[in-house]
């Protein structure tokens, strides 16, 4: 049964920085596109990046284009996400999801993502 669990949130100022970790296990990353989305309170969940399999396509929402990074980890089970010049509008729950199909494409669409981890909080405040 595929598992995802996100960690690396918590509290930062705004213009922190933060990386998340989702680790990822019954199935590999090089196989499935690994995206992470978020949601703030009152407001539905949006895609935030995506990271395609077989260390291809990169995908980022307009409103962290520049700010963010998605990579893989050297052992393939890890995917971060990096976060720089961090604002407070970026600050909601933050969740990994895995793709529904095998070599399928580099999405922020939530339809497209059947498994999902628990997330981790991330809150930007001063």
């Known amino acids: 049964q595929p598992q995802l669990v996100e960690s690396g949130g918590g509290l930062v100022q705004p213009g922190g920085s933060l990386r998340l970790a989702c680790s990822v296990s019954?199935?590999?990353?090089?196989?499935?596109?690994v995206a992470w989305f978020r949601q703030a309170p009152g407001k539905e969940r949006e895609g935030v990046s995506c990271?395609?399999?077989?260390?291809?396509?990169?995908d980022y929402a307009d409103s962290v284009k520049g700010r963010f990074t998605v990579s893989r980890g050297s052992a393939d089970n890890t995917v971060y996400l990096q976060m720089s010049s961090l604002k407070p509008d970026d600050s909601g729950i933050y969740f990994c999801?895995?793709?529904?199909?095998?070599?399928?494409?580099?999405?922020?669409?939530?339809?497209?993502?059947?498994?999902w981890g628990q997330g981790t909080r991330v809150t930007v405040s001063s």
């Open positions: 999801a895995r793709a529904r199909q095998s070599f399928g494409p580099c999405v922020l669409d939530e339809t497209e993502y059947n498994y």
């Open positions: 019954g199935f590999s990353s090089v196989y499935y596109t």
């Open positions: 990271l395609g399999h077989g260390h291809s396509a990169r």
